[in-house]
Structures are given as structure tokens and as C-alpha cells.
């Protein structure tokens, strides 16, 4: 494996192609503002560099990034990509992750607009995440102690699990189509509407007029906090173990509650059977 350390490069597409290569302790900044450094690439392992240009990772296939940094001046870091490996590393620039193809992360800290769009098959363990519109049309995804603030996430996303996480952000999860969450923490507005074959199991999940809209949708042993104007025109079967404050016109299925402050039925066909239990929560 060729080796490559301790250099600067500013050139456009300084890299171009390289293949079988570890670029360590690399700095990709400086006055000729190249662009693409590492276009068309194979097999690389990128340790401990500084990414400071844009659209380094296009059209790579295996590569390795870990202790690296790329500031917000390196745009749409990796497109077009697959087989990739990001540990412990800052990706701070617009559109860092799109259209890419068998990705894994762990240990990363992202601040990105426009995240992970198209990214088909992402693993992320044990990340922090700050974006709008984050993971839209994504598929395949598998989260496992993500933190993540934004707005407008996971939009159109399919087939995809999430474990033990903590979302805040509003109108999340519009159409997404199977999707289980589980044993985490959903904050925001407007959560879920529209979406398909979708199972929220042990989450809290607290905001104004959630899960509206939906098909399929099933709730496990959750909390709903702050959570008015629910279920409206959705099939749902839930199993809620807190009070709610209302529910609005939930069309099928079947609701379990403690206690509820208001139950809206007015529009015909609102066929959905919700069962107050008087239970209270332990």
C-alpha cells in the first residue's frame, strides 16, 4: 500500500484516482482552492487529515475515513460513493453525505444541511447529528444511539430501524414507509403524518398533532407528552401508557390510554375503537 504523510495539497483533484493508498496526517486547504481531491478513488484509508476544500470523496469505492476533520467549507464532502468507513470524525460541511451506497458510522459529530439524502444502506452508532432535512429518501438505515436536532428529518425514507435514540426535530418521518423505532426519544411537531407500516415501540414521543394521516401504524408501550389533536384520519393500533390531552378522528384500528383529556369525533367514518383503561402510570 502506497503511503502518503505529512503533506499539503491544493490542487484540483490532487488525488485523482488513487488506488491502494493510506493518506495520513494531510492537510487539503490552500491558495489554489482545488476541488475533488480524491475523485475516482480505490481502496483508501484517509487517517487524521484536515479537509478544508470541497467535494473531496466522489465516485470512490472503499474508503476509510477515521480522526479526520472537514470544516464547513468542504461541501458535499462524499457523493456518488460506496463501501464507506467514518469513525470519529467532524463533518461539518453542506450536503456531506448523498447518494452514497453502503456506509458506516461511528463515533461522528455532523453538522450538515441537507444530510444523507438518497444514502442507500447507513449504519451510524453512537453519533451526534445536526441538520434540516436529514436522511431525506434515504433507505436501509440502522441508527443505534444517535443524537440528532434539526428540522424536516427523515422525509421519505424506507426499510429502515432505529435503537435507543433521541430526534429532536420537527415534521419527521413524513412518509416513511416501514420503519420501527424503538427504546428512544422523538421530539417535535407534526411527527409521522403520512407515513406507512411505521412501529414506534418504548419511545416517548412529545409534541403537538402527531402521527396523522398514517397507514399502518402502530404504537407499542409509549408516552405521547404534549400530544394534542393525535391520530387524525389515520389506521392505527396503539397501546399508549400515559394521558394523552386529545384525540381527533382516528378512522380504524385501536387506542389503549390511561386517560385523555378530549376525544374528537366529527366527520363520518370514524370507526377506530379507543379504550380509556383508568390505569395509571408507573
Same mark, same amino acid.
Given at each position: 500500500?502506497?503511503?502518503?504523510?505529512?503533506?499539503?495539497?491544493?490542487?484540483?483533484?490532487? @488525488?485523482?484516482?488513487?488506488?491502494? $493508498?493510506?493518506?495520513?496526517?494531510?492537510?487539503?486547504?490552500?491558495?489554489?482552492?482545488?476541488?475533488?481531491?480524491?475523485?475516482?478513488? &480505490?481502496?483508501?484509508?484517509?487517517?487524521?487529515?484536515?479537509?478544508?476544500? &470541497?467535494?473531496?470523496?466522489?465516485?470512490?469505492?472503499?474508503?476509510?475515513?477515521?480522526?479526520?476533520? %472537514?470544516?464547513?467549507?468542504? &461541501?458535499? $464532502?462524499?457523493?456518488?460513493?460506496?463501501?464507506?468507513?467514518?469513525?470519529?470524525?467532524?463533518?461539518?460541511?453542506?450536503?456531506? @453525505?448523498?447518494? +452514497?451506497?453502503?456506509?458506516?458510522?461511528?463515533?461522528?459529530?455532523?453538522?450538515?444541511?441537507?444530510?444523507?439524502?438518497?444514502?442507500?444502506?447507513?449504519? %451510524?452508532?453512537?453519533?451526534?447529528?445536526?441538520?434540516?432535512?436529514? %436522511?431525506? &429518501?434515504?433507505?436501509? #438505515?440502522?441508527?443505534?444511539?444517535?443524537?440528532?436536532?434539526?428540522? /424536516?428529518?427523515?422525509? /421519505?425514507?424506507?426499510?429502515?430501524?432505529?435503537?435507543?435514540?433521541?430526534?429532536?426535530?420537527?415534521?419527521?418521518?413524513?412518509?416513511?414507509?416501514?420503519?420501527?423505532?424503538?427504546?428512544?426519544?422523538?421530539?417535535?411537531?407534526?411527527?409521522?403524518?403520512?407515513?406507512?407500516?411505521?412501529?414506534?415501540?418504548?419511545?416517548?414521543?412529545?409534541?403537538?398533532?402527531? @402521527?396523522?394521516? +398514517?397507514?399502518?401504524?402502530?404504537?407499542?408501550?409509549?408516552?405521547?407528552?404534549?400530544?394534542?389533536?393525535?391520530?387524525?384520519?389515520?389506521?392505527?393500533? $396503539?397501546?399508549?401508557?400515559?394521558? %394523552?390531552?386529545?384525540?381527533?378522528?382516528? #378512522?380504524?384500528?385501536?387506542?389503549?390510554?390511561?386517560?385523555?383529556?378530549?376525544?374528537?369525533?366529527?366527520?363520518?367514518?370514524?370507526? +377506530?375503537?379507543?379504550?380509556?383503561?383508568?390505569?395509571?402510570?408507573?
Amino acid at each position: 500500500m502506497n503511503i502518503i504523510t505529512g503533506k499539503s495539497f491544493d490542487e484540483e483533484r490532487a @488525488l485523482y484516482g488513487l488506488d491502494s $493508498a493510506m493518506v495520513k496526517n494531510c492537510f487539503f486547504d490552500g491558495p489554489a482552492d482545488g476541488e475533488s481531491a480524491f475523485k475516482e478513488g &480505490r481502496n483508501i484509508i484517509v487517517d487524521t487529515c484536515f479537509f478544508n476544500l &470541497r467535494y473531496p470523496f466522489w465516485h470512490d469505492v472503499g474508503l476509510e475515513i477515521k480522526s479526520s476533520e %472537514m470544516t464547513e467549507l468542504c &461541501r458535499a $464532502a462524499l457523493w456518488y460513493s460506496k463501501d464507506i468507513k467514518i469513525t470519529d470524525t467532524k463533518l461539518h460541511g453542506i450536503k456531506a @453525505l448523498r447518494e +452514497c451506497e453502503n456506509v458506516t458510522m461511528r463515533g461522528c459529530d455532523v453538522i450538515s444541511p441537507e444530510f444523507g439524502w438518497s444514502v442507500n444502506g447507513l449504519k %451510524m452508532n453512537d453519533c451526534k447529528a445536526e441538520s434540516e432535512y436529514f %436522511m431525506m &429518501r434515504a433507505e436501509k #438505515l440502522a441508527f443505534h444511539n444517535v443524537q440528532m436536532k434539526g428540522k /424536516y428529518s427523515f422525509q /421519505y425514507i424506507k426499510n429502515s430501524e432505529f435503537a435507543d435514540c433521541s430526534f429532536d426535530t420537527k415534521d419527521a418521518f413524513w412518509h416513511a414507509k416501514n420503519v420501527t423505532v424503538k427504546n428512544s426519544v422523538v421530539k417535535g411537531e407534526y411527527l409521522a403524518w403520512y407515513c406507512e407500516d411505521v412501529t414506534f415501540e418504548n419511545c416517548k414521543i412529545i409534541g403537538t398533532q402527531p @402521527l396523522c394521516y +398514517c397507514k399502518g401504524l402502530k404504537l407499542v408501550n409509549c408516552e405521547m407528552l404534549d400530544a394534542d389533536l393525535a391520530f387524525e384520519r389515520s389506521d392505527v393500533e $396503539a397501546e399508549i401508557v400515559a394521558p %394523552m390531552i386529545s384525540i381527533k378522528n382516528p #378512522l380504524s384500528g385501536k387506542i389503549s390510554l390511561p386517560s385523555v383529556g378530549e376525544i374528537i369525533k366529527d366527520i363520518p367514518g370514524v370507526e +377506530c375503537q379507543i379504550i380509556v383503561t383508568g390505569k395509571k402510570h408507573a
